[in-house]
């Protein structure tokens, strides 16, 4: 199968249009669903359900982020902020297929909020008001960085081998208000015995990992709400490693149905029935198996 850039030099060239938020959340929901009708295309093919063919993309200057005059480099204008996972096997710019100049990506392990993450943002925030209007909080199942947090919290007296150095333990120790929180979740949806689940760490791993995406959501939405005159909305998203989907649930069951993209919980209450709804879909998902009685709060 070819996967084609066509340029037609006669066509015309259209900037894109000036973007609200929800235009914004609307544009990367399209590109993600260009990137899933490649990725199954090519899966078929895989299996030999579809005979090979072309996918045709069809590129001018702007979407490949050529300068049209060589002495003069293009503006940046970013119409989004994806603070993403270190994570190679999370390529954000393909995830959502958008071209250069529409994402400004900032990637650290864990998807945590340092100083200089913060620092990053807020230059964003404050230089590129005409363009910027959606900031997007991005993990990812399986994100190593959540996962050894996880394991920190499960077995505390291996922590130091853990996070060895003081570099690693400032990112886990980030991370672990969401793992708190994820096992309170699971303790409250599926009682304190789910412990013994052979799936336990799974939907604590899974659950944390939307947590995660959520607070620091919520966290740099207060921080850039003290901008003044920014017109950024934040939300959250998980990229599935498995399905190649960018979720706001990690129930695959109501893929179709499901949002992309998770509102930020405003409050201690809202946390609370996000982490229940999150609990709920890790079984749904299946990664807890069949829970007996023995497991169900009574």
Not at 27 to 54: C, D, T, W, Y
Not at 114 to 129: H, W
Not at 223 to 236: D, K, L, R
Not at 263 to 272: M, R
Request: proline share 6%; aromatic share 6%.
């Amino acid at each position: 199968m070819d996967i084609i850039y066509r340029y037609e030099p006669s066509a015309a060239l259209i900037p894109r249009q000036a973007m609200d938020a929800q235009l914004a959340i609307r544009e990367l929901e399209e590109g993600h669903q260009r990137f899933r009708a490649i990725v199954m295309h090519v899966q078929k093919e895989l299996v030999g359900n579809v005979r090979p063919g072309s996918i045709i993309i069809p590129s001018d200057p702007l979407s490949l982020g050529f300068a049209l005059i060589a002495s003069a480099p293009v503006r940046q204008a970013p119409y989004a902020l994806i603070l993403g996972c270190s994570d190679a096997r999370v390529p954000i710019e393909r995830i959502f297929d958008q071209p250069p100049n529409e994402l400004f990506v900032i990637r650290v392990a864990g998807n945590v909020l340092g100083t200089e993450c913060l620092g990053s943002i807020d230059y964003a925030v404050q230089n590129l008001k005409g363009s910027l209007r959606l900031l997007v909080v991005l993990g990812h199942s399986g994100c190593g960085a959540v996962s050894a947090a996880v394991d920190s919290y499960l077995s505390p007296q291996d922590y130091p081998e853990i996070a060895f150095t003081h570099a690693l333990r400032s990112l886990v120790d980030r991370i672990q208000i969401a793992v708190r929180g994820a096992a309170k979740a699971l303790d409250r949806v599926h009682g304190p015995s789910l412990k013994r689940n052979p799936g336990y760490r799974d939907a604590l791993v899974e659950t944390a990992v939307y947590l995660n995406a959520a607070l620091t959501a919520f966290d740099v939405r207060k921080e850039i709400e003290a901008i003044e005159g920014h017109m950024v909305q934040t939300v959250y998203a998980v990229f599935d490693l498995v399905d190649q989907r960018v979720h706001a649930l990690p129930d695959r069951k109501n893929a179709v149905a499901e949002a992309t993209f998770g509102q930020v919980p405003s409050s201690t209450e809202e946390f609370t029935a996000l982490g229940d709804r999150l609990a709920t879909a890790v079984q749904s998902k299946g990664i807890l198996g069949p829970v007996s009685s023995e497991f169900v709060p009574q």
